[in-house]
């Protein structure tokens, strides 16, 4: 089993920055494919990216692709959500998620593919 947490959320303009982290305690993080989603005012939980085991295959929803980077330090037992250029369409609690049971170079890509999650954090983007 694992424990999540995230950090990092915050309010920023629009074309701003942040970075997310998702620290995971218990089993060690290489043992899961990590996967970042989101969840805005009256809407679905979304998926945003995904980071294989192996930290070398990572995948990401054409809504973010260009402007967000998922990164992993497994030593550290963390991923990370770098995002740039954010729009207002980006606020939202963003939410990680631990899947286990995957080869390590598999991206699960659907919130139902996914045993673990962390509390969430806000991210707010305003003008």
């Known amino acids: 089993q694992v424990q999540l947490v995230e950090s990092g959320g915050g309010l920023v303009q629009i074309g701003g920055s942040l970075r997310l982290s998702c620290a995971a305690s218990g089993r060690s993080s290489s043992t899961y494919a990590m996967g970042w989603f989101r969840q805005g005012p009256a809407k679905e939980r979304e998926f945003v990216g995904t980071i294989s085991r192996s930290g070398t295959s990572a995948y990401y929803a054409d809504s973010v692709k260009g402007r967000f980077t998922i990164s992993r330090d497994n030593a550290k037992n963390t991923v990370y959500l770098q995002m740039n250029n954010l729009k207002p369409e980006d606020t939202a609690v963003y939410y990680c998620?631990?899947?286990?049971?995957?080869?390590?170079?598999?991206?699960?890509?659907?919130?139902?593919?996914?045993?673990?999650w962390g509390q969430g954090t806000q991210v707010t983007v305003s003008s």
């Open positions: 998620g631990a899947r286990s049971g995957v080869g390590i170079y598999a991206t699960p890509n659907t919130a139902n593919d996914y045993d673990y």
